[in-house]
T-cell receptor, first 112, second 115 residues
Framework: DQQVKQNSPSLSVQEGRISILNCDYT??????FLWYKKYPAEGPTFLIS?????DKNEDGRFTVFLNKSAKHLSLHIVPSQPGDSAVYFC???????????FGAGTRLTVKP | NAGVTQTPKFRVLKTGQSMTLLCAQD?????MYWYRQDPGMGLRLIHY???????AKGEVPDGYNVSRLKKQNFLLGLESAAPSQTSVYFC??????????????FGPGTRLTVL
């Protein structure tokens, strides 16, 4: 069963506009959430994270929002840049659990 | 620092053949992981290790074995490869896996095809 879901396989936005990537989860034990970015032929790289005790975490152009009641998180990229074009994975883990679960990924394309 | 490296980058096997994928990290991380990535499935954890000499099963461990004889190395073995094991394999490492911090550093991946 897929406990972390990214229902949009792809997203295309214009340079300078906002990109919003969504992620839903089903396991209420998850308490830490991460976003990873992946370029072709490379491994994923950590982008930003959020603990369940927060509802927002911001790092430069990247902001992650967490809605625990809806079991939903989103990644906002503002403004979007062509270099942001990549596959973005949402991931979640539970306290004292080494089994991190990943979503299937969303391919973001930022057009110049 | 090289970070996390994986050997080989590509491999083609015939059904029933065996092979070992090598992962090495130079960040003195305690935790190491093996994932597989399949289309539409994201990354799924195969096995992991919380320290030298220890290993544990992840979400999809069947058909794989692992060993962590040295802290910096984590080996993934396929004893009898099957076409269902065609995938991209990623190794990762982290300082620890705690309630509040579990950033994992990934290698570049190994693309394995089993015919």
């Amino acid at each position: 069963d897929q406990q972390v879901k990214q229902n949009s396989p792809s997203l295309s936005v214009q340079e300078g506009r906002i990109s919003i990537l969504n992620c839903d989860y089903t396991n209420s034990m998850f308490d830490y959430f991460l976003w990873y970015k992946k370029y072709p032929a490379e491994g994923p790289t950590f982008l930003i994270s959020i603990s369940s005790i927060k509802d927002k975490n911001e790092d430069g152009r990247f902001t992650v929002f967490l809605n625990k009641s809806a079991k939903h998180l989103s990644l906002h990229i503002v403004p979007s840049q062509p270099g942001d074009s990549a596959v973005y994975f949402c991931a979640a883990s539970a306290k004292n659990n080494n089994d991190m679960r990943f979503g299937a990924g969303t391919r973001l394309t930022v057009k110049p | 620092n090289a970070g996390v490296t994986q050997t080989p980058k590509f491999r083609v096997l015939k059904t029933g053949q065996s092979m070992t994928l090598l992962c090495a990290q130079d960040m003195n991380h305690e935790y190491m992981y093996w994932y597989r990535q399949d289309p539409g499935m994201g990354l799924r954890l195969i096995h992991y290790s919380v320290g030298e000499g220890t290993t544990a099963k992840g979400e999809v461990p069947d058909g794989y074995n692992v060993s962590r004889l040295k802290k910096q190395n984590f080996l993934l073995g396929l004893e009898s490869a099957a076409p269902s094991q065609t995938s991209v394999y990623f190794c990762a490492s982290s300082y620890w896996a705690s309630a509040t911090y579990n950033e994992q550093f990934f290698g570049p991946g190994t693309r394995l095809t089993v015919l």
